[in-house]
């Protein structure tokens, strides 16, 4: 089959809702001061689920730099457990997304270009593609599930999304 063009969008809290949470300190955010009005809290910005006899973890991921275009082959799931990530290198990156249930075709996909001030929290179950840094090596600090029972369900995708080059 001919590979399917996937348009690029601007990562926002109301188009990425049915997929999880964008993680960003903004105005339309619950945020107040505290530390004696020295620091602005920015509260509860992604719902972290361990799942079943699990715990949150915090991790480190070291993504390396992906060429566009881009072909997306595969989407990844984890069904016991939600998976943050919050950049930490100040720079911009991709998200590829497609809603929980059945796995995904080409035509599902939603991609997401992620500013440097923006995370993503994936709900449980949610098919995601693994990290996709542009330009340099980026660190991303990962909260997300371990414990006990099978928690990545990984699939191939029948028809190739091609993300093009970023204008």
């Not at 060429?67 to 911009?92: C, I, N, T, W, Y």
């Not at 995904?104 to 440097?116: C, G, N, Q």
């Not at 991303?140 to 990984?154: I, K, M, Q, Y």
């Not at 029948?158 to 970023?166: E, R």
């Amino acid at each position: 089959m001919r590979p399917r063009i996937l348009e690029v969008e601007p990562l926002s809290r109301e188009a990425f809702a049915p997929f999880g949470d964008v993680i960003e300190a903004s105005e339309a955010v619950r945020h107040f001061p505290i530390n004696g009005g020295n620091t602005e809290r920015y509260h509860d910005l992604a719902s972290i689920e361990p799942g079943p006899e699990g715990r949150a973890i915090v991790s480190i991921f070291r993504g390396q730099p992906r060429e566009l275009p881009f072909r997306v082959e595969m989407m990844e799931r984890h069904p016991l457990g939600s998976q943050a990530f919050v950049p930490l290198s100040g720079l911009p990156y991709l998200v590829v997304v497609a809603p929980a249930g059945a796995p995904p075709a080409a035509e599902d996909l939603r991609v997401f270009l992620a500013r440097s001030d923006q995370g993503v929290n994936y709900r449980t179950g949610v098919w995601h593609h693994p990290l996709l840094a542009l330009d340099a090596v980026c660190d991303f600090l990962v909260v997300d599930r371990s414990g006990p029972g099978h928690n990545c369900d990984e699939v191939r995708l029948d028809t190739v999304g091609i993300i093009p080059a970023l204008a």
